[in-house]
Each structure stands twice: as structure tokens, then as C-alpha cells.
């Protein structure tokens, strides 16, 4: 009996010694720090740059968890080649998630200052009467693309003063606030 406890004792200490040299498979403290401060230079992004520090830190927490769930070896993560490419797929591919989630986080992508020097907005807009128009262009990026991708891609192709997102804008303002806003062709 104690040639079997012995015995047992020795092949647990080995199976426990390969375990514990194997690598490392969550991140510590350290490195989920290290990230979040990787992350902070997106900050200054459009979509980003409009959130509250609460909103961001949930935000960043939110991309760093896919991080991790993707790349459990932290080490093999950061010393991956074009490592910041890679973070910052993540961090649109989270944006991405979020607008498809609920559009009225439109908010963050055209924030109301912006609108208001922009002429879509009028100034002095109350927090409700915002709400009101994200509300309205929310309902209207809903009705117009089916997903998160065509959003995109017409946010990104979207070059010009009477694309069909301020097209949205201005019938919303228009809707909310008999707010109209004079769109000027200019030819070559």
C-alpha cells in the first residue's frame, strides 16, 4: 500500500511539474492592463472619443475579453506580427457590434456637437429632445440597411453632402424640430 501511495505521489508530481512548465493559458493582471492601455490610444476615434469613461471602460473590457478568448497566450498574442492590426480589427469589430446591437449608439458616431456645426442640428437641444432625434435616426438606419456590414460600408463610402445617411439626419431634424437644412449642390 505505500509502494502505491509512493508511486502515485511520484507520477502526480510529474503530471504536476509538465503542467505547471506548460504555458501560460490566461492572461494576469499585468497583461490585461498592458492591453487596456494598448487600447487607450483608439480612444481619440470618432465613435470612442464620444463615450463616457464608464461607456469605455465597458467597451474595452468588452474587446479585450474576445482578445483573450481568441488568444488565451498572452505572450503568443503580443508577439504576433502586426499585433496592432490585429487589436484594431477587434476594436471595430466591436464597434460594429455594438451599432448592429442597438443603433441608437449612432450617437457616438455622429455626436450632437458635430451635427450642430454641421447645420443638422439646431444648438441648445435638451438631453430628451437628442434622445428624440438618435431615436428617429436610429428607427431610420433600421428601416434602411438590413445589417451592421451595409452600415459600414455606406458610412465608409459615404463621402459626400448628400449621402443618404444626412439625407436620414436631415428628415429626422426636419421631422423633430421643423429644422430644415438646405442641401447645395456644387458642380464641377
Known amino acids: 500500500m505505500k509502494k502505491f501511495i509512493l ?19 490566461k492572461w494576469n493582471r499585468e497583461e490585461r492592463q498592458d492591453m487596456r492601455n494598448l487600447l487607450r490610444d483608439y480612444r481619440k476615434m470618432v465613435y470612442l472619443n464620444d463615450l463616457s469613461e464608464a461607456e469605455y471602460m465597458l467597451f474595452t473590457d468588452q474587446v479585450l475579453a474576445s482578445v483573450e478568448e481568441d488568444y488565451p497566450v ?10 496592432n492590426d490585429t487589436v484594431q480589427v477587434y476594436v471595430v469589430t466591436t464597434i460594429v457590434e455594438q451599432l448592429a446591437a442597438d443603433a441608437s449608439n449612432m450617437r457616438h458616431l455622429y455626436p450632437y456637437r458635430d451635427l450642430v456645426a454641421a447645420n443638422i442640428l439646431p444648438d441648445g437641444l435638451n438631453r430628451a429632445q437628442q434622445n428624440a432625434f438618435y431615436q428617429c435616426f436610429a428607427n431610420a438606419v433600421d428601416n434602411t440597411y438590413a445589417n451592421a456590414e451595409q ?11 448628400t449621402s443618404q445617411i444626412a439625407q436620414m439626419q436631415s428628415a429626422c431634424a426636419n421631422e423633430l424640430f421643423g429644422w430644415t437644412v438646405e442641401i447645395i449642390e456644387v458642380g464641377n
Open 151 to 161: 452600415l459600414v460600408n455606406a458610412i465608409v463610402a459615404d463621402t459626400v453632402q
Open 74 to 83: 498572452y505572450t503568443t498574442f503580443i508577439e504576433m506580427p502586426a499585433v
Open 7 to 25: 508511486s502515485f505521489a511520484i507520477v502526480a508530481l510529474i503530471f504536476g511539474g509538465l503542467f505547471a512548465c506548460g504555458e501560460q493559458t
